[in-house]
T-cell receptor, first 116, second 110 residues
Framework: DTGVSQDPRHKITKRGQNVTFRCDPISEHNRLYWYRQTLGQGPEFLTYFQNEAQLEKSRLLSDRFSAERPKGSFSTLEIQRTEQGDSAMYLC??????????????FGEGSWLTVV | DAKTTQPNSMESNEEEPVHLPCNHSTISGTDYIHWYRQLPSQGPEYVIHGLTSNVNNRMASLAIAEDRKSSTLILHRATLRDAAVYYCILYSGSARQLTFGSGTQLTVLP
């Protein structure tokens, strides 16, 4: 399968611990996105990379959140000192685009985080 | 960001066509109309997108009003596997992100 891959799919952690999620985008996709989704809500944008450059961050991305995309391939999203409010599904998505056109964005299956 | 308005929920019978409406009266000339759907416990899945003309693909058809202020996603024969939340999204590549609303929960009745 050559879709967007996320790992782990599920994570339960104690409040205050750090967690890291990994995303492997579709090969040759230069754009990568992270979203967060809570129950009953649509996905909310967190951050966007074009190649290795992080070009946009939502105000939802507090100082405890950091995302990287070294070498413009896979990406990691780290949450430090987790809080119960961080419990959500974290979605990664990727797309290919060289121009500002309506390119299709492909999502992974998501990583579920439960903070207890 | 230009916003879309969708009904919260709709029901359809299996094997019948479904028309999912979306209003986007503040759409700009560079906004593409995208539809995604999300099955329970899965990530959103691309369905279709268009700019001005009606579009067809293997999953669905997209009918766009002439003034582009509304559109309709058409599932020609609903199946139980089509039960999902359907999101209508206006997307301009320069925005660098999709902005999801609350979508329409489609229930397909056997």
């Amino acid at each position: 399968d050559t879709g967007v891959s996320q790992d782990p799919r599920h994570k339960i952690t104690k409040r205050g611990q750090n967690v890291t999620f990994r995303c492997d985008p579709i090969s040759e996709h230069n754009r990568l996105y992270w979203y967060r989704q809570t129950l009953g809500q649509g996905p909310e944008f967190l951050t966007y990379f074009q190649n290795e450059a992080q070009l946009e961050k939502s105000r939802l991305l507090s100082d405890r959140f950091s995302a990287e995309r070294p070498k413009g391939s896979f990406s990691t999203l780290e949450i430090q000192r987790t809080e119960q409010g961080d419990s959500a599904m974290y979605l990664c998505a990727s797309s290919y685009g060289q121009t500002d056109s309506g390119n299709t964005i492909y999502f992974g299956e998501g990583s579920w985080l439960t903070v207890v | 960001d230009a916003k879309t308005t969708q009904p919260n929920s709709m029901e359809s019978n299996e094997e019948e066509p479904v028309h999912l409406p979306c209003n986007h009266s503040t759409i700009s000339g560079t906004d593409y109309i995208h539809w995604y759907r999300q099955l329970p416990s899965q990530g959103p899945e691309y369905v279709i997108h268009g700019l001005t003309s009606n579009v067809n693909n293997r999953m669905a058809s997209l009918a766009i009003a002439e003034d582009r202020k509304s559109s309709t996603l058409i599932l020609h024969r609903a199946t139980l596997r089509d039960a999902a939340v359907y999101y209508c999204i206006l997307y301009s590549g320069s925005a660098r992100q999709l902005t999801f609303g609350s979508g329409t929960q489609l229930t397909v009745l056997p």
